[in-house]
């Protein structure tokens, strides 16, 4: 919340830039609709994506647990698009800006074009950050994420996914299809962090808009509604709770604690 209270304060001053370069001629209204269209598109492809998930149906059969006869059912096991969150680019910006950061200290000619390489915008910058970033996509959510483990614990409650033999199948049915997702999560992980390049270049705006200033921004919002949404369900249950056990007009019910017959 602080992070996302921090990036969400310099929206005003950016709107404030944008009227400014509208009134002095550097930016043309008609440009400046269309950025505000794009930038609303991008939030809600933001949003879309951030919620998206791949869900792998799994069958429950009836079991025992203790002395209770557990149903059946159909549930889900959701994936979501962009498992890793922001930790991906936040890691690859790190490396990427690394020999920057030495030719601070370091006066050596090495860094020194090195950093000169590895400038925003460049060409080999942009292709090393993506590169990046794919590569922690998938090294985050193979620490996270364990399919052996997710198929093991899905066996021993009596779960499996119709059509896939339980256990080692099933970790590489869940393994494969995860392959997947990540690689379209990385990409459009890239494509967003690649966003303030592409309005600087087009749009010469004076702001940052996208990377993980927006993802930040998104996922905060979105996690926070999820929140709200559930406290106000869960008040409203022990509200509902509260009324029902009040209720002294049901029948056999006496406030002396006796039975009416």
């Not at 270049?201 to 990377?211: I, K, P, R, S, V």
Request: proline residues 5%; charged residues 10%; glycine residues 8%.
């Amino acid at each position: 919340m602080i992070i996302f209270a921090g990036i969400v304060e310099g929206l005003p001053s950016a709107i404030a830039s944008t009227v400014r370069q509208v009134s002095a001629g550097d930016m043309s209204f008609f440009v400046a609709l269309v950025m505000v269209a794009a930038m609303l598109a991008i939030v809600a492809a933001v949003v879309f994506c951030e919620r998206a998930q791949r869900r792998i149906t799994v069958q429950h059969a009836q079991r025992m647990v203790g002395r209770q006869l557990m149903k059946g059912g159909l549930t889900h096991l959701p994936l979501k698009l962009n498992p890793a969150g922001v930790i991906p680019p936040i890691f690859a910006s790190s490396l990427v800006m690394f020999p920057a950061t030495l030719s601070q200290f370091l006066d050596h000619p090495i860094f020194k074009t090195a950093s000169d390489w590895l400038q925003p915008g460049n060409a080999l910058y942009n292709v090393l950050y993506v590169g990046l970033i794919i590569f922690f996509c998938y090294f985050y959510t193979g620490v996270t994420f364990n399919p052996v483990d997710v198929a093991e614990n899905m066996k021993k409650q009596g779960g499996f996914v119709p059509g896939i033999r339980p256990g080692a199948r099933t970790a590489e049915y869940i393994d494969r299809i995860l392959t997947r997702i990540v690689m379209w999560g990385a990409i459009y992980v890239s494509l967003i962090c690649l966003l303030p390049t592409f309005i600087n270049n087009y749009f010469h705006a004076d702001f940052y808009f996208g990377g993980t200033a927006l993802l930040i921004v998104v996922g905060v919002a979105i996690d926070t509604m999820s929140q709200i949404q559930s406290h106000l369900m869960n008040q409203h249950y022990e509200a509902f709770m509260k009324r029902g056990g009040s209720n002294t007009n049901v029948p056999g019910y006496s406030t002396g604690g006796r039975i009416r017959r």
